[in-house]
T-cell receptor, first 111, second 114 residues
Framework: AQKITQTQPGMFVQEKEAVTLDCTYD???????LFWYKQPSSGEMIFLIY??????QNATEGRYSLNFQKARKSANLVISASQLGDSAMYFC????????FGTGTSLTVIP | DAGVIQSPRHEVTEMGQEVTLRCKPI?????LFWYRQTMMRGLELLIY????????DSGMPEDRFSAKMPNASFSTLKIQPSEPRDSAVYFC????????????FGPGTRLTVL
């Protein structure tokens, strides 16, 4: 069974606009962690943000925030004020009994 | 400050050969992760060390794979014998917060097994 689902294979956003990348997860664990990573076309991997299941506040890192809705089992990534350099693949992941990655969402920022 | 260093950056080898990938984490970091990325399987976490001790190796695909961290500044991922399906980009990452947060990635090693 797929543990992490990213339903948006590709997304477009206008520069300076905000964009939400969806991620839903499936776990029966009480303790788990949720992650987002960015991979530009250059192939490097960049860790963006982490949310623990017991964290009461949504995680934020600069222009990135994780919209954590525990009851809905969603961990959407919100990027505010998109920049051209945000164009990349974005992967959602969960640490539970094992570590699961989603299939990714390709984000293109349009000037 | 140097980031995470991985060597080699590219490795081409023949099936059956032993392959050793190396990683030097950021100085002072106490958590280290090995990931693999392929077109077929996507991204996978292979193993996670904390204070040089393997904490979670549930992602290690099979006995042909082994990882060690003999000290805080060095880790290896060894494949013996290698197979064509091991062809992938292998990323090493380190974290200084003693956990999963704020991971810094190396540039990756692109492995091709012929």
């Amino acid at each position: 069974a797929q543990k992490i689902t990213q339903t948006q294979p590709g997304m477009f956003v206008q520069e300076k606009e905000a964009v939400t990348l969806d991620c839903t997860y499936d776990t029966s664990d009480q303790s788990y962690g949720l992650f987002w990573y960015k991979q530009p076309s250059s192939g490097e991997m960049i860790f963006l943000i982490y949310q623990g299941s017991y964290d009461e506040q949504n995680a934020t890192e600069g222009r990135y925030s994780l919209n954590f809705q525990k009851a809905r089992k969603s961990a959407n990534l919100v990027i505010s004020a998109s920049q051209l350099g945000d164009s990349a693949m974005y992967f959602c992941a969960m640490r539970g009994d094992q570590f699961y990655f989603g299939t990714g969402t390709s984000l293109t920022v349009i000037p | 400050d140097a980031g995470v260093i991985q060597s080699p950056r590219h490795e081409v080898t023949e099936m059956g050969q032993e392959v050793t990938l190396r990683c030097k984490p950021i100085s002072g970091h106490n958590s280290l992760f090995w990931y693999r990325q392929t077109m077929m399987r996507g991204l996978e976490l292979l193993i996670y060390f904390n204070n040089n001790v393997p904490i979670d190796d549930s992602g290690m695909p099979e006995d042909r794979f082994s990882a060690k961290m003999p000290n805080a500044s060095f880790s290896t991922l060894k494949i013996q014998p290698s197979e064509p399906r091991d062809s992938a980009v292998y990323f090493c990452a380190s974290s200084g917060t003693g956990g999963w947060n704020e991971q810094f990635f190396g540039p990756g090693t692109r492995l091709t097994v012929l």
